[in-house]
């Protein structure tokens, strides 16, 4: 695992659409894995700006998200169809047949599961995987004590979940209690994973993730098992890492990032 410390969110925001750019310029064919939240919102408004100004071309990659409510239409302004669609299907070259989220409204929800990771396996797997990190240490929707190889499935949300997206839904008891995620085996088998947090919120959940120990109760943890995993904070999330000296001098002096110094 890698950290890079930016010094404000929108830094960080931009640091991972520049590596977005990056992998997708390099491949155009490349697959990646999608996360909705709002700490995403600014990776997803550094693409759009870079498909305006820089030809950044999407027309030949795939996405798939890592969840959807369960219960809501793909027209629900709430769903992450929805939401996907505000922030980037509708603003950049996406061909939309290659746009995959969960069917939160499926007859038969094992089977929809089931058909997800089928999709992505045709896909050829996830080449990126970008991720949010929930204050519970949750990953797509796998909440505490989901199984460290968990295959996409229909996941309870938590108390502290539905009060962290309240604001969407109006309410706590207005969001749905279920999704479906992709599962922490799923996002383990991508080819690189990306994970941004940002503010002081955070701070915690990240220091537990990065240097604590590997626990199903926090499924973050769980990327210190994948084998090119790289964390963007910003200072305020990086405020409780200890070895936030460390993290700098790798960043400042491995030749890998120095075309993203600046
Ligand atoms: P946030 O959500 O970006 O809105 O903080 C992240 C998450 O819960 O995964």
């Known amino acids: 695992m890698e950290v890079i410390i930016q010094s404000d969110e929108k830094a960080a925001a931009l640091l991972v659409a520049r590596m977005v750019a990056k992998e997708l310029r390099g491949n155009p064919h490349l697959v990646i894995g999608l996360a909705t939240g709002r700490t995403m919102e600014d990776v997803y408004a550094g693409l759009v700006r870079m498909h305006e100004e820089d030809e950044l071309d999407f027309s030949l990659c795939q996405t798939f998200n890592l969840d959807e409510y369960v219960g809501l239409a793909p027209d629900n302004p709430n769903s992450y169809r929805a939401t996907m669609h505000r922030h980037l299907f509708s603003r950049v070259n996406l061909d939309l047949r290659n746009t995959h989220l969960p069917n939160g409204l499926a007859p038969d929800l094992e089977e ?151």
């Open 112 to 262: 929809e599961c089931a058909q997800y990771e089928k999709s992505i396996q045709k896909c050829g797997g996830l080449d990126l995987q970008l991720l949010g990190i929930g204050q519970d240490g949750h990953i797509g929707f796998n909440e505490p004590l989901s199984a460290l190889r968990s295959r996409t499935r229909v996941k309870a949300l938590t108390p502290a979940t539905l009060a962290q997206n309240a604001a969407y839904f109006g309410g706590p008891a207005q969001v749905p209690r279920r999704a479906i995620t992709m599962g922490v085996g799923t996002i383990l088998e991508s080819r690189r994973c990306l994970l941004l947090a940002t503010g002081k919120a955070k701070a915690n959940i990240i220091a537990q993730a990065v240097e604590g120990p590997i626990t199903a109760m926090i499924s973050a943890t769980a990327l210190q098992l994948h084998p090119r995993c790289t964390v963007i904070v910003d200072e305020p999330a990086a405020g409780r890492l200890q070895g936030s000296d460390y993290y700098r001098w790798i960043f400042a002096n491995e030749p890998e990032w120095a075309e993203f110094h600046s």
